[in-house]
């Protein structure tokens, strides 16, 4: 694959903003990277369209390529030995796919699916370590976000365990949103259920009571929410469990930068 160099135009502000294939950047962990960063990471990557149900690396096989999210919205699933598998993450614009090459690995124990059709950037497994030896603010978000995801994931298998239905949809539904900046989220009740890890006619249930409550609206596969606000008061203790860790943790970080 050819390297291809970083772009960059103009904004209101007068500052640059970094492009990759004339796509802009809108990955959180690639935005605001040191400007002499930008070439040594944006030549290795390739903007590419994530089409749903497209399977970006699948559990045990070698990951030949990791993703930048640019848009969309891609699962982690964690499957079984008779094939049923589960969500136990959520990976948008704010995240990465392919952790375990950033620790020196090849594999990984779950698969990735675009759940949401979008933009990613693409960087081959060897393309992978070049960027990390270049730029260490890179390699440093990306092992912070290594945490925020095992953390995502253990909270989402206690949240599977422990609440009810509708309390985990109104969840998932704000994660949703939160990562791809829409309050409609294109589904069927096929996927919540598959993603809940429950029966159909759960789902079904527990979107009729969000629906009801004037949380939600559902139509032809796709689910509106109507009040964030009321949606967060349905939602588990979980969402809000994760956001304030996130924040501490941002905080944190912010901190050991001064």
């Not at 620790?103 to 990613?120: A, D, F, K």
């Not at 995801?149 to 939160?178: F, G, K, P, T, Y």
Request: aromatic fraction near 4%; hydrophobic fraction near 40%.
């Amino acid at each position: 694959m050819l390297n291809k160099p970083a772009l960059s135009r103009g904004k209101s502000d007068g500052k640059a903003a970094p492009m990759v294939d004339g796509a802009l950047v809108s990955n959180e962990l690639l935005l605001n990277l040191p400007p002499e960063d930008w070439e040594s990471v944006f030549s290795e990557l390739s903007s590419v369209q994530l089409r749903t149900h497209e399977v970006l690396h699948e559990s045990g096989e070698p990951i030949r390529f990791a993703y930048f999210l640019n848009s969309g919205l891609a699962s982690v699933l964690s499957v079984l030995s008779d094939g049923k598998s589960v969500e136990v993450g959520l990976t948008g614009k704010e995240g990465f796919v392919g952790l375990p090459l950033v620790v020196g690995l090849s594999t990984s124990p779950t698969r990735t699916v675009v759940q949401i059709e979008g933009v990613g950037f693409r960087v081959s497994a060897a393309g992978l370590m070049k960027i990390l030896r270049r730029s260490e603010t890179l390699a440093q978000r990306l092992q912070r976000y290594v945490q925020v995801l095992s953390m995502q994931a253990s909270q989402v298998a206690a949240c599977n365990r422990i609440h009810e239905v509708d309390e985990r949809l109104a969840r998932w539904l704000l994660m949703c949103q939160d990562r791809i900046n829409s309050d409609t989220v294109p589904l069927t009740q096929e996927l919540l259920a598959h993603m809940l890890g429950t029966r159909r006619s759960s789902v079904t249930v527990a979107a009729g009571t969000l629906q009801k409550a004037g949380l939600i609206t559902y139509k032809r596969g796709n689910v509106k929410i109507e009040s964030r606000e009321n949606l967060k008061d349905a939602a588990c203790e979980c969402y809000e469990a994760m956001q304030r860790q996130s924040r501490n943790w941002l905080s944190e970080s912010n901190n050991s930068v001064r």
